[in-house]
């Protein structure tokens, strides 16, 4: 009993630091000044639902093979936990959106694809508080979480990466990131850091290629259209145009004018990862104490069923 409080203390403790740190320690991000650091919550609860539906699944497993009411305890303790926590990143999501793009609800295809796994996961209790038989219950329930379980990483990871047009932003809010650009074809938007671009036209000139690439800054406070260019012969870049207010340059680093589709990059001459670790260590810290709170919600809330359990079953023997 000791050795839980103890735990429940530090990881209050952990969080409460995360927190501070979070406006204290690390720097605001530019172009979205203070409104940047909301990463440090949205990417940690984004992973922990992943984690949280993984061991879900994980002991819905167990219950089939096993039909153990402890499993199916634990499969529901983790799948709560994971829609909690899910709901967390979308709300998050949401703030960022409107902060940035100055609207809560874009119908983004990670906002689209976050959603139906709400729904989805959602639907499970709707079937558990539906069906008054416990062991007909469990047995649905551990079913149809496996079932959800698969569809959870096509719709976190596989689904949103297959859209062609997103405002989902592709590069880490950790300064000095590596970003791997963003492919678009002509009139399609996208996000790269932070800056919102679209492809409006290419025009060619010999062996050159000019991209009219509209950029929208945090919360659309202005807009601006760069002409970034590229060498067909050299494969390489030409004009490297900087985004206005930002050290960031704008650049193509690959074009195929037959399908009117480029890669749009940012580059920041000079920064690396370690040139701002404290952004890293509370990013960090973040996910841990994220996954050390996870750990507890679902220990805390496994024992109460199965307390819960126990009390019926002393009710049925008493009748």
Do not use: C
């Given at each position: 009993?000791?050795?839980?409080?103890?735990?429940?203390?530090?990881?209050?403790?952990?969080?409460?630091?995360?927190?501070?740190?979070?406006?204290?320690?690390?720097?605001?991000?530019?172009?979205?000044?203070?409104?940047?650091?909301?990463?440090?919550?949205?990417?940690?609860?984004?992973?922990?639902?992943?984690?949280?539906?993984t061991v879900s699944a994980v002991f819905s497993g167990?219950?089939?093979?096993?039909?153990?009411?402890?499993?199916?305890?634990?499969?529901t303790a983790?799948?709560?936990s994971g829609?909690?926590?899910?709901?967390?990143?979308?709300?998050?999501?949401?703030?960022?959106?409107?902060?940035?793009?100055?609207?809560?609800?874009?119908?983004?295809?990670?906002?689209?694809?976050?959603?139906?796994?709400?729904?989805?996961?959602a639907a499970l209790f709707v079937l558990r508080a539906a069906i008054d038989d416990p062991e007909r219950r469990r047995t649905l329930a551990a079913v149809y979480a496996l079932f959800a379980f698969v569809t959870m990483p096509f719709l976190m990871f596989v689904a949103p990466r297959m859209a062609e047009s997103t405002l989902h932003p592709n590069c880490a809010f950790i300064r000095g990131s590596d970003c791997d650009g963003i492919t678009l074809q002509v009139g399609h938007v996208g996000v790269l850091g932070d800056q919102k671009v679209q492809l409006l036209d290419?025009?060619?000139?010999?062996?050159?290629?000019?991209?009219?690439?509209?950029?929208?800054?945090?919360?659309?406070?202005?807009?601006?259209?760069?002409?970034?260019?590229?060498?067909?012969?050299?494969?390489?870049?030409?004009?490297?145009?900087?985004?206005p207010g930002q050290r960031f340059t704008l650049a193509l680093e690959e074009v195929d004018m037959a399908s009117g589709t480029v890669r749009l990059n940012i580059e920041a001459p000079g920064t690396g990862l370690l040139a701002n670790q404290r952004t890293l260590w509370v990013f960090l810290a973040a996910n841990l104490g994220f996954?050390?709170?996870?750990?507890?919600?679902?220990?805390?809330?496994?024992?109460?069923?199965?307390?819960?359990?126990?009390?019926?079953?002393?009710?049925?023997?008493?009748?």
């Open positions: 009993m000791a050795l839980r409080k103890l735990g429940k203390m530090l990881i209050g403790l952990w969080m409460a630091g995360v927190m501070i740190a979070t406006f204290v320690v690390i720097p605001s991000y530019q172009g979205l000044g203070d409104a940047g650091r909301i990463v440090i919550l949205h990417v940690p609860t984004a992973w922990v639902a992943v984690v949280a539906f167990l219950y089939l093979w096993r039909r153990r009411p402890a499993d199916d305890h634990r499969a983790a799948a709560e829609l909690l926590f899910t709901l967390l990143a979308t709300l998050t999501g949401m703030i960022f959106s409107q902060v940035a793009w100055g609207i809560f609800w874009n119908w983004d295809p990670r906002q689209v694809t976050i959603f139906i796994l709400l729904l989805i996961y290419l025009q060619q000139n010999g062996d050159l290629v000019t991209a009219r690439v509209q950029v929208s800054a945090p919360g659309l406070a202005s807009e601006t259209v760069l002409t970034p260019g590229f060498d067909l012969v050299a494969g390489t870049y030409t004009d490297r145009p900087t985004i996954t050390a709170l996870f750990v507890w919600m679902f220990l805390v809330r496994a024992q109460v069923l199965d307390l819960e359990t126990a009390v019926e079953q002393r009710k049925v023997a008493w009748a």
